[in-house]
């Protein structure tokens, strides 16, 4: 099973670290990037300026995003070095750095990847986890900075730990797992002399590109812009928040807590899915309406604005891509005293179709051309609720992740709202949740998942689930 949690939370084995960072001379190269047209992607000029709005916070407000795993061999400098430096030439995400300009808004400078120059420092011995997690979290630059990535190893008795950390801003979850794979292949590779065999990828810059002139076309008028518009007006003009209270108040920064936890076994997600099936409906919709019912016991609201990330890659190559392919689709769910799960989980696959229709159609640009003037009230830098599945089995090279102690984990960062991630795996499933860390926030997060946990057992058991007015009184 993967590793999901915190970067406090990785308990790397002790030892002599090398990492690799930019070369000087790269760094140099860099900076004298030209401005390329392509502008950012809207999820990546947003979060640039929600970083450049909180940067003097006293932390890490970007995101970090750490990959970690074991090699049972001695470890080949060399090898290694050809391996981070062919893996950033093959992905343009890593190419690119941003400015932001005295207007405020956001300009991309491409390198020219002959030029990406990445070596090894030795650092010596450590002797605590700790010091390894403060090296890296340090070492690793903002996401303004062009080599917002660094790697490193860390060699013990049995062989050496390879991790790659990067700034959100040029990656996501899936190319979290491709990263695993791809550094794997390129070491076997470099160190035993033999082709990788890897396929070309695509290019994050023009899928950026794609992005834009999709949006660009797009008018107050457009109906996909309107159905968000739509869903923002049924929820009083706001977006969706948490089911409970999360004890954050509006003027403070709290920062990030996780929890991860098995849901059920494998026998009892597949009885989940056959009932998800008999219905009409997939596992994702299934969890979905899942949520759709847990929040209805908490609120006793209808409408359940729901909102889950969808993969945004489309071309056979961007499949192998590294980069932040992703954005919400909403997935609305309505629910009354007289739902149970198997009366909505149809409507919840419905729903989610038509939610990917909108995955193109990104909610920053819809932002753009829609305020309060239009009856959408959403400050910058919002934070919604997140419900995510995730098929690990599914994932390429995912029978090695056990093998290789292959761990996924992110920095504390700040938190306003709930991010909850389903991971169906071999053997079981999870849940995974990252939360504000408040008193108010860690109990709700208790009710909530044994809310959920019973929902989803009582469903793989009997089939159906119908909400609990107890719950209301929770």
Request: charged share 20%; proline share 6%; hydrophobic share 40%.
């Amino acid at each position: 099973m993967v590793n999901f949690g915190l970067i406090n939370e990785w308990e790397p084995a002790t030892g002599r670290l090398t990492s690799w960072v930019a070369s000087p001379a790269s760094l140099d190269e860099a900076k004298g990037a030209p401005v390329h047209p392509t502008p950012a992607s809207h999820q990546q000029e947003e979060y640039l300026l929600t970083a450049a709005r909180n940067e003097t916070v006293g932390f890490r407000f970007s995101r970090l995003c750490l990959v970690a795993f074991d090699f049972q061999t001695p470890l080949d400098v060399d090898a290694m070095t050809r391996t981070i430096n062919t893996f950033l030439g093959r992905h343009d995400t890593f190419h690119s750095w941003f400015s932001r300009e005295t207007d405020g808004s956001i300009v991309r400078h491409v390198v020219d990847p002959s030029v990406i120059d990445f070596r090894p420092t030795p650092h010596g011995e450590f002797d605590s986890p700790d010091a390894i997690r403060a090296h890296v979290e340090t070492e690793t630059p903002g996401p303004f900075n062009w080599d917002c990535f660094t790697f490193g190893t860390i060699e013990h008795e049995t062989g050496f730990t390879l991790y790659a950390a990067f700034d959100h801003l040029v990656t996501d979850g899936i190319s979290s797992a491709l990263t695993v794979v791809e550094l794997l292949q390129l070491y076997s590779s470099e160190s035993q002399g033999t082709p990788s065999g890897l396929a070309d990828v695509g290019s994050y810059v023009e899928y950026c590109a794609r992005e834009r002139a999709g949006s660009a076309s797009l008018t107050l008028e457009s109906p996909h812009v309107q159905r968000w518009i739509d869903l923002v007006h049924s929820n009083a003009g706001r977006l969706p928040t948490f089911p409970l209270d999360l004890g954050v108040a509006s003027a403070s920064y709290a920062r990030t807590a996780h929890l991860s936890t098995t849901l059920f076994s494998e026998a009892d997600a597949e009885k989940f899915a056959t009932v998800c099936r008999d219905h009409g409906a997939a596992f994702t919709p299934g969890v979905l309406a899942v949520a759709a019912l847990a929040s209805y016991e908490f609120t006793g609201a209808s409408n359940y604005f729901g909102l889950t990330p969808k993969s945004t890659r489309s071309t056979p190559a961007e499949f192998s891509s590294i980069g932040w392919f992703t954005s919400l689709i909403p997935v609305p769910v309505t629910v009354d005293e007289s739902s149970t799960f198997t009366s909505v989980v149809g409507a919840a696959q419905a729903s989610y179709d038509s939610g990917k229709e909108l995955t193109d159609v990104s909610f920053h640009r819809v932002l753009q051309l829609a305020g309060p003037d239009h009856g959408v009230n959403v400050d910058p830098g919002w934070s919604v609720p997140m419900v995510s599945y995730i098929d690990v089995r599914k994932l390429p090279g995912v029978d090695l992740f056990d093998a290789i102690n292959t761990g996924l984990f992110g920095n504390r960062g700040s938190s306003e709202e709930v991010f909850l991630w389903i991971n169906r795996f071999n053997d079981e499933t999870t849940i995974s949740l990252l939360f504000p860390d408040t008193d108010e926030a860690h109990a709700s997060i208790k009710l909530y998942v044994d809310r959920l946990s019973e929902i989803f057992t009582t469903i793989a058991a009997h089939g159906d689930y119908s909400p609990s007015v107890a719950a209301l009184a929770t």
